[in-house]
């Protein structure tokens, strides 16, 4: 067969697009459909009704190579749950070592398809496709998204059967590959929530919940298929510092089959014998882990009985988790922060419509050290603040009268630039900052913002930290780096090692170091700035390649979410998000302090003001 070059949008037989083009009348009826037809060319499957299920046709008899390519690539992105009708595609030796779920490749628009020799096979019976594109992203077998870039080029190979003379695929990548509209249409993300190890949010030291963001196929039992999934542990990138309350070895019921919330929207989740002994504690820890990552997925679900050998081990609502652990901060902010013309830390309610800032109690309020940016703690009984020439970080308690003392950390850097960066707390009380000196970058921690600065070990950093922010559950860090004039933001974990571990002395502080970081904008190459935007997602501003500045919302593994990016807003410096998505997005632009209600356009906060913060 001679090559024929495949466009960027797939081909496919006008059979099949007639099919899935019935796809949401099959119950009531479909026309009749064509059974021959020219190979054509049509955009990669349009978004579909989320209610509606797509199948595949299977293979047509005596359908030529071509057609047979096509048609497994199109059966690849239907809602069979099991790819039935994509292995008919196959030879039965392929089914059996095909493994659909090892991964999910993604293309920017589908495979292109291009014909090609037998591959070193001699006789006519043998024929061979590339399978071509540019990366977008891979999900790999634990269903997590990482971006991915550069080209891809896999063999198909096909052979004609012996006894009946179907062609059919005998060698074929492992996984799955897919446009990425395609991709869009069937998967959608999903956090599931473990506990941090190291980690205690407020008052009550609840365990902080921590979101673990899997992809999952979107109306192939999603319910039944996150329960397993959270069952089976957190990813490999999270679990070094996450605990899950599930026993070891615990999973469904044998038999247990879909599970659906009854009308009352309560959900009984059947585990194994794995569970029977845990006690009411750890079954409400349980039951949260659930309850949060079901929550995650659909509204429909509101309380879990967990049960273990068919007896009911407890029952959860969601007030009854929001007492065992905290996702986010403790409690909802009480007031957006921001630095007035004077250079004071200043204050207004976080959810009132207010412009009538008031200083802050203490000296950070009263302008005995003039600031340039600021980091309120999560229960807003101390702030931290950057002098304004950026070398002094000072922490003070935001009480009447308390005093400001010596700064907890210098920097030499030559220029403003070269300086502190804004500082950030987690959940913990811990308190951090970047300094950007070209001569002595450092990332630094303070426990409790108090004490002898750590200095965090970063593996692997390549470039310049210019930006901070530490998650509410402190185990994960969003940096902004800078390298060779591209400015990116990266999500890393934090890691802290135990006392016996590093074999330090009674008194001294454990070490910390951030692992692993992976892009979470890869789109964008100047990131100006950047906020945590609730527990698995942060809004960030910046410019993709030759294009101008635009502000849009990441999930921490690289993905894009569902919903639409904030209203544009032009000369972006700073933003902050709470993790409540109650309160107003606020950002520091050309009109000074600015706010995004719900549902409305930006207004003004003030016009003479920077650096806005929730606490964080």
Not at 44 to 71: C, H, K, L, N, Y
Not at 136 to 161: F, H, M, W
Not at 296 to 308: G, K, N
């Amino acid at each position: 067969m001679g090559a024929d070059r495949e466009g960027g949008a797939r081909r496919t037989s006008a059979r099949a697009v007639a099919y899935v083009a019935c796809g949401a009348v099959l119950l009531t009826g479909c026309a009749s459909m064509p059974d021959n037809g020219d190979l054509r060319g049509v955009e990669s499957t349009p978004r579909q009704d989320t209610q509606v299920r797509v199948f595949a046709m299977p293979p047509r008899e005596d359908a030529p190579p071509s057609e047979i390519v096509q048609g497994f690539l199109e059966a690849l992105t239907s809602d069979d749950p099991h790819y039935a009708t994509a292995k008919q595609y196959l030879t039965a030796q392929a089914a059996k070592t095909w493994r659909p779920e090892l991964s999910t490749m993604v293309l920017a628009d589908g495979p292109a398809t291009e014909a090609g020799p037998a591959g070193g096979r001699e006789d006519g019976d043998n024929v061979s496709f590339t399978l071509t594109g540019t990366k977008v992203a891979l999900v790999d077998a634990e269903q997590s998204y990482a971006p991915a870039e550069g080209a891809y080029s896999r063999q198909v190979y096909l052979t004609r059967d012996e006894k009946n003379g179907q062609w059919r695929i005998d060698g074929l990548p492992p996984g799955v590959v897919m446009g990425q509209s395609d991709f869009q249409r069937n998967y959608m993300s999903v956090n599931k929530y473990y506990f941090a190890s190291n980690s205690a949010v407020g008052a009550a030291s609840q365990p902080a919940a921590v979101a673990d963001p899997v992809y999952v196929r979107r109306r192939v039992d999603p319910m039944t298929y996150i329960v397993r999934s959270l069952l089976n542990g957190p990813t490999a990138w999270l679990g070094p510092v996450v605990r899950s309350s599930f026993p070891t070895g615990t999973a469904l019921e044998k038999g247990a089959g879909s599970l659906t919330p009854d009308d009352q929207n309560k959900l009984t989740v059947p585990l194994n014998g794995k569970a029977t002994r845990v006690g009411l504690a750890k079954c409400n820890e349980m039951a949260a882990q659930l309850l949060f990552t079901l929550q995650s997925l659909t509204p429909a679900v509101d309380e879990i009985e967990v049960q273990a050998d068919g007896a009911q081990l407890c029952v959860l609502d969601e007030d009854g988790a929001a007492a065992v652990a905290a996702r986010g901060s403790a409690e909802r902010p009480e007031y957006l922060y921001f630095i007035d013309g004077e250079h004071r830390l200043v204050r207004i309610p976080g959810g009132s419509r207010s412009s009538n800032a008031e200083p802050v109690p203490g000296e950070l309020g009263e302008g005995a050290q003039a600031l340039r940016s600021v980091a309120v703690s999560r229960d807003e009984d101390t702030a931290a603040g950057v002098a304004i020439d950026g070398k002094e970080l000072y922490v003070g308690s935001l009480v009447s009268g308390g005093s400001l003392g010596e700064p907890v950390v210098r920097s030499t850097g030559r220029t403003e630039d070269d300086r502190l960066t804004a500082p950030s707390w987690d959940a913990r009380g811990d308190l951090w900052v970047a300094d950007r000196n070209p001569e002595k970058p450092r990332l630094l921690m303070l426990q409790e913002g108090k004490g002898e600065p750590v200095e965090v070990e970063v593996p692997g950093l390549d470039g310049r930290i210019k930006s901070v922010r530490v998650a509410a559950d402190g185990v994960r860090i969003a940096l902004v780096v800078e390298n060779d004039g591209k400015q990116s933001l990266l999500v890393g974990r934090i890691e802290r090692a135990a006392k016996d571990e590093t074999g330090e002395k009674d008194g001294e502080q454990p070490g910390v170091s951030v692992f692993e970081l992976r892009p979470a904008a890869p789109a964008l190459e100047e990131v100006t700035t950047m906020s945590w935007a609730g527990d698995g997602r942060l809004v960030v501003v910046g410019r993709e390649e030759g294009g101008v500045q635009q502000m849009q919302y990441v999930q921490v593994d690289g993905s894009t979410p569902e919903g639409p990016a904030p209203d544009a807003l032009t000369g972006v410096k700073a933003i902050a998000a709470a993790e409540d998505d109650r309160l107003p997005l606020v950002a520091y632009s050309e009109d000074g302090i600015v706010r995004l209600p719900d549902g409305t356009q930006w207004q003004t906060v003030v016009k003479d003001g920077s650096a806005p913060v929730y606490p964080g």
